[in-house]
């Protein structure tokens, strides 16, 4: 049995409503200065919205959205991701982990402001709140993991903590991998871009991560972060960067785009990207990776 999986991700969701001035006056000031220059209009929420009309029918399977589905983690703007995003279905169809931009400020890290807002796509009810999540899709296992800390202003790296990764190892003890295709979600892009890029921006023990993910089996690595797409192989293990699912911009190797990834027990069987037409307002397809 095979399931169809998009994957969508940094659709930086921006919504300043009802913030009062001084909740700028930290880490959020560089952000804010940003957002008022040319990230502005950068990924609009129509492009998100058609992405949910695309992928609200029974066209795929489940949908995993890898990170930065904010700006600058205010309320205001996970409460609205939350919105957009909740007519593709619940736990069972659509799976998120936190990106840096979600977790922007220590305050916002430290009240587990995402897991308040996208804890239910995450765990079922009940369950502990740890990462890294597990679902068990049948023939695809989804494993899903925090890189996502607060850092000090113009940093974005992120670090996959030791208990997340002895925690999959203990999942793979169990067998909770067998059986089926291990797929791994985290935010930060493994492959590296050039030593200060990765001191600044990069997954700091992004090694760690991928050895811990090929001793339990997993077999694909899906991020986010950067937002241009990007593929690559380490150790066995395909590791596929989608790219910003949202980027308004003309320049082809930007445009926003998503993936749609058929899977069975195997592996990978086929990668449609689809990647959006300003034209017709849809993203078109299907272009094979
Ligand atoms: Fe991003
Ligand atoms: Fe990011």
Redesign the pocket.
């Known amino acids: 049995m095979s399931l169809r999986i998009a994957h969508v991700s940094?659709v930086h969701v921006l919504d300043l409503t009802g913030t009062k001035p001084w909740r700028f006056l930290n880490k959020r000031i560089t952000g804010l200065a940003n957002l008022m220059g040319a990230r502005k209009a950068a990924h609009p929420h129509s492009m998100l919205e058609q992405i949910v009309r695309e992928l609200e029918g029974d066209d795929v399977d489940h949908v995993i959205i890898s990170?930065?589905l904010s700006n600058l983690a205010l309320e205001s703007e996970l409460s609205r991701a939350r919105e957009l995003v909740k007519p593709l279905g619940g736990f069972d169809r659509v799976s998120v982990v936190p990106?840096?931009?979600d977790v922007y400020t220590r305050g916002a890290q430290r009240s587990r402001r995402f897991e308040r807002f996208f804890g239910d796509l995450m765990w079922r009810g009940g369950e502990a709140q740890a990462y890294p999540w597990f679902k068990d899709l049948g023939p695809v296992k989804l494993v899903g993991f925090s890189s996502a800390n607060a850092t000090a202003p113009l940093f974005?790296h992120g670090h996959v903590a030791r208990a997340q990764l002895d925690r999959l190892a203990s999942l793979h003890r169990e067998g909770a991998l067998d059986g089926g295709f291990g797929v791994g979600v985290v935010?930060?892009n493994l492959h590296r871009r050039g030593r200060r890029k990765d001191w600044m921006h990069g997954l700091r023990n992004r090694d760690e991560l991928v050895a811990a993910c090929k001793s339990a089996g997993v077999g694909l690595i899906l991020h986010?972060?950067t937002h241009v797409s990007n593929r690559f192989e380490q150790d066995g293990i395909a590791i596929v960067g989608s790219g910003s699912s949202t980027w308004s911009s003309p320049e082809p190797r930007h445009t926003g785009r998503y993936n749609v990834y058929t899977v069975d027990e195997g592996g990978v069987r086929d990668t449609e990207v689809r990647v959006f037409d300003a034209g017709t307002g849809a993203f078109g397809g299907p272009a094979r990776a």
């Open positions: 940094d990170g930065d990106g840096n931009h974005a935010h930060h986010g972060h």
